[in-house]
C-alpha cells in the first residue's frame, strides 16, 4: 500500500504558475512510474503526466511545453511545474501511483 499526499494547489491568474507536489510512503518499491491526472468538474479524471523511476516522461497534448514533470528518487516525491496557466486548466489534480493508489486531491483554479 502506497500513500500519496499533494500539496501546492491554489488560485493563479491565467499565464500564471504553480507548482504542485506530491510525497510517497509506504511500498514505494513498487513506484516504478508515477503521474499526475487531473479532474475538472463534470468531467472525467485525465492523465496529466507521468514519469518513470528511470526519468522517461508522457504528457497529455494539452499541456505539452507548459507543465513539467519530475521526480526525486531519493525523497520519493514528484512534482508538477505548471507554466502558462489557461483556466481550462482549473480542476483537482490527483497525485498518482501504480495499484492504483491516488492522493486525496488538490484544486487549482486560473481565473482572473
Known amino acids: 500500500q502506497v500513500q500519496l499526499v499533494e500539496s501546492g494547489g491554489g488560485l493563479v491568474q491565467p499565464g500564471g504558475s504553480l507548482r504542485l507536489s506530491c510525497a510517497a510512503s509506504?511500498?514505494?518499491?513498487?513506484?516504478?512510474?508515477m503521474g499526475w491526472y487531473r479532474q475538472a468538474p463534470g468531467k472525467q479524471r485525465d492523465l496529466v503526466a507521468t514519469i518513470t523511476n528511470g526519468g522517461y516522461t508522457k504528457y497529455a497534448d494539452s499541456v505539452k511545453g507548459r507543465f513539467t514533470i519530475s521526480r526525486d528518487n531519493a525523497e520519493n516525491t514528484v512534482s508538477l511545474q505548471m507554466n502558462s496557466l489557461k483556466p481550462e486548466d482549473t480542476a483537482v489534480y490527483y497525485c498518482?501511483?501504480?495499484?492504483?493508489?491516488w492522493g486525496q486531491g488538490t484544486q487549482v483554479t486560473v481565473s482572473s
Open positions: 509506504g511500498s514505494i518499491f513498487s513506484l516504478y512510474v
Open positions: 498518482w501511483g501504480p495499484g492504483p493508489s
